[in-house]
Each structure stands twice: as C-alpha cells, then as structure tokens.
C-alpha cells in the first residue's frame, strides 16, 4: 500500500459509497450530501499529461454526465430529494500524479511488466471544499480511481448526488491478474462486441483480456505469414479479425487498462487450420469425433512433423511480433493421444525420428515457447499439459489452471506460477444443456450453472501453503462460445463477471477488516446488493446485463435472503 491510512468506517447496511464494485482495499464515509455542479468538470494536474488519460478523463465526464442511475430504494430517488436540495456542492475532481515520478500513459502502463504494474490510488471528496482529489503514482492508477469516482454517484431530476460524504479511498489490487478469457472462434462476435466487453471490464478494475482467437471450428485470425488460414479457415469473409481489426482493438483495450493475451491454441483444437493447410494436421475431421477430441470436429497438429513444427512457429512470430504486451498463450488443453497413435504420417515420423509422442510433444512445447520467449513475451499454457502429459515448460511459464481448483496445488507444488479459471466454480457458460444433437437428456459437462455466488465464493489460496501463495497471480472468468453469441452476450456474461473482479481486485478482506467470506457474505444487504446496483448502472450504460433478482427484492435489500 503506498498510503498509510486509517479510521475505516463502513456501514453494511446503507449502500451509498459501500455499494462500489469492486468494493476498495480502505473506505472511510460520512453522512453529508454533496452533489456535483451542473458545471462540473476534471481536471488533469500533470505536466505534459499523456494523450490517453486525457481521454481517459474525457470519457470520465461524458459517463458522469450521461449516466442517470437512480438510487435502489423504494421510490427511487424521490425520498432524497428534500436531502440533496441544500447539499454542498462539488465543482471540481482535480487528478494528479505523486511528485517525482515518471509520466507515462495509460497503454504504457497497461502494457509494461505484470508485477510491475501500479494501480493504486487515493481519491478524496470533501464535505468542507468544492474540490475533490485523486491521486495514483501513475496514470493506469488514475484511471482506475476515475471508475471508483464515477460510481459514487446517483441522480435524481437531473442532480448528480451521493450521499455519504466526505469520502476517504484509499485502493490496490489485491492480485495483478484480474481477467476475461473469450472465446471469439466457436461463434464470431464483432469488434463493436469486443469494444462494448472490454468498457464493462474497465468499469470494474479488470485488466487481462485472454483472447481465444483461433480452434478447430473456425480460424478467423488474419495471420501475416499464412494469409490462407484465415481466407479459407474462417466461416466467412466477414467473420475475420484483420491485422487491423486486432491492433485497434488491443490499443482500444491499452486505453481502458486492459492489457491483451492472445490466445493461440495448439497443438490440439486445430482442425480449421486443416482447410488451408491438410498436410500439417492429423485426424481432421475424422469419425467418430469422440474418439479423437474432445467435441467435434476432431484434428491436430501433427507435431512429429518437422515440418509442422516449423509451420507452426512461424505462424506463432508472425503472430507474436504484431503484439505489444509481455504475454502469450500457445493453450494446449485436451489434446488426444488416439489422434496421433492412427495417424500414418505421425506413426511414420516418430519411427523415422525414435522418439515417442511424449518427446514429440515436449518438443513442440519447448519450439513454440521458444518463440514466445524470443519475442520478448511470457508464455502461458493450459494446466493439463503440465499435470497430465508431464510436459516440461519454461521456468517463467504461467499455467491456467482450468479443469479443477483442486489442480492448483499440484501445479503449485512444480513451482510454477498460475492463475485460476476452474471450471466447478467461473466457467460462464456452464448450465445450458448440451450442445451436442441427438442427446435429449445431454447436460454440459461443468453442469451446474454457475452462479455469481458460487464465483465470488472462490479461495484463491486454498490448499496451498504460504510458501506457495507468491505464486498465484490471480484468476479469469471464461466465455467458451459453444452456445454464445453476440445476442446473449452481455446477458451470459453480466453481471457474472464482476464476481471474479471483486474475488480478486479485493482480495480476502473487507475494508471494514472483516472477511469477504464470511456466512452471510452474500446476502441482499451485502454484496448481492451492491452486484445489484452495478447491474443497474451496466444496464444505464448499455449493457444487457441480466438480473439478479426481481425488482421487488432489489429495492428492499435483505428482504429476499434465504432465511429472511
């Protein structure tokens, strides 16, 4: 924590400034009205302040003046209007960076060293002053404290107010990694969805968008080297992401403080790459899919192939030197042993090379980091090529640990570092049914649905020792698109998602000191009633997001609780 702070007053039944999602590491409020002047307007005291927090700033004043949230309570706003008509009056936010640091923007910021990155803040909105202040030790600390300025407040008649002033914020996230992993293969989505995912990703303090790009029944990736993957392995001309489409929205993320891994699965889920390029993939297509991968259509690189090796770390710098981040994902999950044991040119090539599929598969690994790492970026891979197929990684790999939060111990325990996205707790797509024709009583395989509580119920450190704790950087909520699209997107993913930015924006403790998880930590007058209030501002801001509960329990917090 870069400030001292102390004198932490929260009130777990009155919303106000409490209701902030992600709730901040320390909150200190009063109980004053204040309301923003109709004049009101930010101002930037940094020298030579960056193009991008001058933006970033821009948007902070067009939100508040657009947004018209009105308080969840019964009658809405209407019950403060005798309150906020003789409250002081706030003209000003003036946002500042600590004396003697370096100036550097928001796309720098997001885009440097994961650990080194400073997202702190200290915002305060006096009851005696008609200036509030926000200060970071760098702009990507600065925006994150606009988003928690932003939320302070609610409006009635067109009067922006809150009130519980004055307000003390002091905030740091409690891990580095806070993400969203999509899927945009399965099914395409636009940019324009991409755009409007990662608005409501920033609003909430999540800083990685683990993109899923490519799998076996689409390659809509334009890759610079292999132009032919995309033209033939995409479902249509218009379902690809151009090298332009993907710069733009990298440096749209950048500007928001959301950084980008891509995601290029390998060597399984790679069938599509089979339409441009048959000779470099194995049991494409092939029946019945089950047998050879896990959901159809089956195929996968055929890495005995030295050929296919040097194809496939030639589409990975391609792909590696358009990105400006430090990390990268090769995937690496569910790859099929029986794909590879019948495939003649695989057999072939491991009886010419004596080598089995074990050292095959190492060495793809270790070529396809090698890449990853020559380009100046962290690799990342799926958590069952480490545990299952005991496949040897680059000491600075980060794993994704997926199948089970169980998994993490074991991965912890190689001394590798990982973040968390198991599926029995953040899996968004869970709960639909099966996908799959001709199974009427199919269920997915991570049934059940997974709630928001069940996400935000999540222990980051659970089962692993202290000594182990350093190694865990944080978690991911994902979107596998089997059954998404872009017209349940919003609803699949909102207000789901935000549980996962509280799990590990917050960490373990509340800024009263109590525990996040405590017995009642989702109840309706906790933070179900604050996910509710951040579902009605994605709602204002037009994201689909979808409800909670009925409307009826949402304005009488509590009163719709399990035991109430």
Known sequence: MPWFFVSIVVCSLCLYASALWPIPTALSTG???????????????????????????????????????????????????????????????????????????????????????????????????????????????????????????????????????????????????????????????????????????????????????????????????????????????????????????????????????????????????????????????????????????????RIASPSTVAFAKTMFSSVAETLPGTMMSSGGDEVNLPCWEEDEETVSELTRRNITIADALDQFVQAVQGVIKAHGKIPFIKSDMVLTHNTPVMNDTVVVVWQTSEDAAAVAERGLRLIHQPSNYFYLDCGAGEWLGNDILGNSWCDPFKTWQRAYSFDPYSNLTAEQRSLVLGGQMPLWSEQSSPENLDSIVWPRLAAGAEVFWTGATLPDGSPRLDANATSGTRALARLNELRYRLVDRGVSAIALQPKWCVVRPGECDLNS
Request: glycine share 6%.
């Open 31 to 301: 109980t004053s009205a204040l309301k923003l002047s109709s004049n009101f307007a930010v101002h930037v005291d940094v020298p030579r302040p960056p193009t991008d927090l001058i933006s970033a700033v821009a948007r902070s004043q067009s939100r508040l003046r657009s947004d018209a949230f009105e308080r969840l309570v019964l009658g809405r706003g209407a019950e403060d209007a005798d309150t906020i008509e003789p409250a002081h009056i706030l003209t000003s936010l003036t946002v500042a960076l600590r004396p003697g640091l370096p100036i550097r923007g928001i796309v720098q910021e997001t885009t440097g060293d994961l650990l080194s990155r400073d997202e702190s803040y200290q915002l305060v909105v006096p009851e005696d002053s008609p200036r509030a202040i926000l200060e970071a030790n760098s702009t990507l600390g600065l925006l994150r404290g606009l988003t928690t300025f932003e939320q302070l407040w609610y409006q009635w008649n067109s009067v922006k107010y809150l009130l519980d002033g004055p307000l003390h914020i002091v905030d740091a996230p409690a891990f580095p990694y806070r993400g969203f992993s999509f899927d945009t293969s399965r099914n395409f989505y636009p940019v324009a969805d991409i755009e409007r995912t990662l608005d409501a990703m920033s609003w909430v303090k999540l800083n990685i968008l683990y993109w899923h790009i490519i799998d076996s029944q689409s390659f809509p990736l334009e890759v610079g080297a292999f132009p032919e993957l995309s033209d033939k392995g995409a479902y249509s001309p218009s379902e690809v992401y151009t090298r332009d489409d993907i710069q733009h929205v990298i440096r749209y993320a950048n500007e928001r403080g959301v950084d980008v891994i891509l995601e290029m699965d390998s060597p399984g889920h790679t069938n599509a790459i089979s339409a441009a390029f048959p000779e470099h993939i194995a049991c494409a297509a092939k029946s019945p899919w089950s047998k050879y991968a896990s959901e159809p259509p089956a195929g996968q690189l």
